[in-house]
């Protein structure tokens, strides 16, 4: 009798992972009110225009998945401001852990009357063991003393302390989140800005373009001042480069 053939035992696939290619990117369900969506876009635009120079990664109202089991769950979660440090500034659809090799710095919350409640307990719970972030606040666009900042000490978030002018401090980006009180998108509130720890908020980029187009106005005419002085005493002006190029 001849030998039975043998058979090789082929090895299981290994499943790897899904990418953000392959995960849910979107819920199909928009921020709460127009005011919420304005605020998130004022914290994230001005931010995003302050670290331009680094490897920073500034999103919002993107799902951030942690872990298997969440993504098994179809339990995505998607913060409404979140900061990522030392990460390249490429377009992302979601933030996937696993590939990018960290998780967010801070996460920002913008509470509204049907998430609150889960952004103070099952949220939080999440960021400070699951994803450890390392600093986290809440901000109710409608309620602005609802405020509150942690920073994550050991496994715990203990609650930040506000400073003399009630902003809480973001030691992960030496800033401060501050209230202020002004017009957004022809909205007179008080909105949660991004400032420097001397105080001064960070322009959008709308507003960092208008201070300019006013300091280039200011400096045109402060020189027509000037011409007209020297004019009144018979001295002619120097004429710019600009100036003699064009002539």
Not at 96 to 124: C, M
Not at 164 to 169: A, F, K, S, V
Not at 196 to 210: C, N
Request: net charge negative; proline share 7%.
């Amino acid at each position: 009798m001849s030998n039975p053939q043998l058979t090789e035992e082929k090895e299981p696939p290994i499943s790897l992972p899904p990418t953000q290619d392959e995960l849910p990117c979107d819920d199909g369900i928009p921020m709460e009110t127009e005011r919420h969506k304005h605020q998130s876009d004022l914290l994230i635009n001005a931010l995003w225009e302050r670290l331009k120079q680094q490897n920073a990664y500034v999103g919002g109202n993107m799902f951030v998945y942690f872990s298997l089991e969440q993504v098994r769950n179809q339990d995505e979660r998607g913060p409404d401001v979140f900061v990522v440090l030392d990460v390249p500034r490429t377009e992302r659809k979601s933030w996937v852990i696993w590939e990018e090799g960290k998780g967010p710095d801070i996460v920002i919350e913008l509470l509204s009357e049907s998430t609150l409640n889960r952004d103070k307990t099952e949220k939080k719970q999440i960021y400070q063991s699951r994803m450890r972030v390392p600093e986290y606040f809440w901000y109710d666009p409608f309620n602005p003393e609802d405020f509150q900042g942690f920073r994550l000490q050991g496994s715990v978030y203990q609650p930040l302390e506000p400073d003399e002018q009630g902003g809480l401090i973001s030691q992960e980006l030496n800033l401060a989140l501050v209230k202020w009180s002004g017009s957004y998108r022809e909205i007179n509130t008080i909105w949660l800005r991004w400032a420097t720890l001397e105080g001064e908020i960070l322009p959008t980029p709308e507003e960092r373009a208008e201070q300019q187009r006013l300091r280039a106005e200011l400096a045109e005419q402060q020189l027509e001042e000037m011409r007209q002085y020297l004019k009144e005493r018979g001295i002619d002006m120097p004429q710019s480069e600009q100036e003699s190029r064009d002539n």
